[in-house]
């Protein structure tokens, strides 16, 4: 059950090209990294033009202000599920998108099954209701 929160550019995009971004990340949640069905939390926040600082850590990537910072808390997936899951994002924003492959960086950050709540002030993993 990922969280995902996704970080753009304001005014780069229409409100309907930000869910069509939001419904390909959770395509490739789904399928790549093991998201249940009716599993979707995503916090789309845009930021104004200079706050996304991302230089390429010397790579060598040429960035754009269509840049995309995609951060996806969650808890036990593996190494290759990880893999997968930046791999599928990268070709399938471009393919769906036009987004360059260097404009999209993803964070995982882990987490456990007691760093969730989901409503009621329950944390229902811990409380055996999920």
Known sequence: MPLVHIHVIENRRTPEQLRHLADVVQGVMLEHFAAPDRDRYQIISEHKPGQIIAEDTGLGFERTDDIVVVQVAQQGRSQEQKKAMYRALAD??????????TDVIV????????????GNGVAQ?????L
Do not use: I, Q
């Open 92 to 101: 399938r924003l471009h393919d769906e998108t036009g987004l360059a492959p």
């Open 125 to 129: 993993f811990v409380e055996g209701h």
């Open 107 to 118: 964070s995982v950050l882990e987490n456990t099954r007691d760093d969730w709540s989901f």
